[in-house]
């Protein structure tokens, strides 16, 4: 089932700006392999931070674009503010 926070978190992606690398991605973008079942193509994402076993940040997408808030994740792994998480190798 479609839910509804998928067509808003896309909208809200283009009212921010932030969409025109959608736009390009789907320029060259061609179905290829199609969901097997109705519900592998509802599957959604989430992110989790964990201190050894015990889960200090959850979030699970809710729809489409519904990602979590990258500044909360960074606090919950305990990142300073303004610190690069890039090391510089490929």
Do not use: Y
């Not at 998928?6 to 060259?28: H, K, W, Y």
């Amino acid at each position: 089932m479609l839910m509804p926070q998928t067509p808003f978190s896309l909208a809200n992606r283009f009212l921010e700006g932030r969409g025109g690398d959608l736009v390009e991605a789907l320029r060259t973008w061609k179905v290829w392999i199609p969901p097997k079942g109705a519900s592998q193509g509802l599957q959604q994402g989430g992110m989790f931070v964990f201190e050894g076993r015990r889960a200090v940040f959850e979030h699970r997408d809710q729809g489409t674009g519904a990602f979590a808030n990258l500044n909360k994740v960074l606090e919950a792994a305990a990142v300073p503010e303004g610190s690069s998480c890039d090391s510089g190798k490929a």
